[in-house]
C-alpha cells in the first residue's frame, strides 16, 4: 500500500486491488474508483462513477473497508483498511475524540492528520491522539508549504528540519517502532 500528497487537502491511498482519493480535486478526480471526503461541507457534485463516502457510517468497497465516525466537533475520523493496514483519517480536530469513540477507533497503524493552517492548541490534541491510538507512522496533511501549523506540528514532535518524500510504502508486516513523522510533497 502507498499513500501519496496530490494537493495541499489531497491524498491517494492506492492499495493492490483498488485506490481511495481523499479530498479530491477535479483534475484528480479519474485517478481512483473510491472518494473519501473528510469534510462534508466540500463535497463537490459527482458526475463520474466514483463512489462517494462522505459520512459517517461503515462502507466497503472492492475490499477496502472504511468506517466513519462524527468526532465531537463537526469533524470526522475515519478508519480505512487497505491491505490490512489500518489508516486513520482525521479531519481538523477542536477537541479530543471522547473514551467511548477513540475505544472504537482502537489502533491503527498510519494516522493521517488535517493540521490545517493553524498553530497552537491543536497540535498537542492531535499527537496526544497518535499516541492513544499506537500510530506507527503519522502524516500531516492540510497545510501551506512554509505555514506556522507545519513548523509548530514538526517542533512539537521534535522532527524539524523534516525533508518530504514522494510517497510512503507501508507494509503490515514492516511497520516501525514507536511513531515516525512523515512529511508528504505535493506529487507532480
Do not use: C, W
Not at 468497497?61 to 469533524?75: F, H, K, L, S
Not at 480505512?80 to 469513540?101: T, Y
Amino acid at each position: 500500500m502507498e499513500i501519496k500528497r496530490l494537493g495541499k487537502k489531497s491524498l491517494l491511498i492506492k492499495g493492490k486491488k483498488e485506490s481511495l482519493l481523499v479530498n479530491p480535486e477535479n483534475e484528480t478526480k479519474q485517478i481512483a474508483r473510491i472518494h473519501l471526503f473528510s469534510e462534508t461541507k466540500t463535497i463537490m457534485t459527482e458526475t463520474d462513477k466514483a463512489v462517494v463516502v462522505a459520512g459517517p457510517g461503515e462502507y466497503e468497497v472492492g475490499g477496502i473497508e472504511i468506517t466513519g465516525i462524527r468526532t465531537e466537533d463537526t469533524g470526522l475520523f475515519y478508519i480505512v483498511d487497505v491491505d490490512g493496514v489500518r489508516i486513520g483519517l482525521v479531519s481538523p480536530l477542536v477537541e479530543q475524540l471522547n473514551d467511548k469513540k477513540m475505544e472504537r477507533v482502537g489502533e491503527v497503524d498510519v494516522l493521517l492528520l488535517d493540521i490545517g493552517e493553524e498553530n497552537g492548541k491543536k497540535t498537542k490534541i492531535i499527537l496526544e491522539m497518535a499516541k492513544k491510538l499506537g500510530a506507527n507512522y503519522v502524516i500531516p496533511y492540510g497545510y501551506s508549504e512554509g505555514s506556522t501549523s507545519l513548523k509548530g506540528f514538526l517542533d512539537e514532535t521534535d522532527n524539524e528540519g523534516k525533508e518530504p518524500v514522494e510517497t510512503l510504502k507501508v507494509e503490515k508486516l514492516e511497520l516501525p517502532e514507536g511513531m515516525e513523522v512523515v512529511l508528504l510533497k505535493i506529487y507532480g
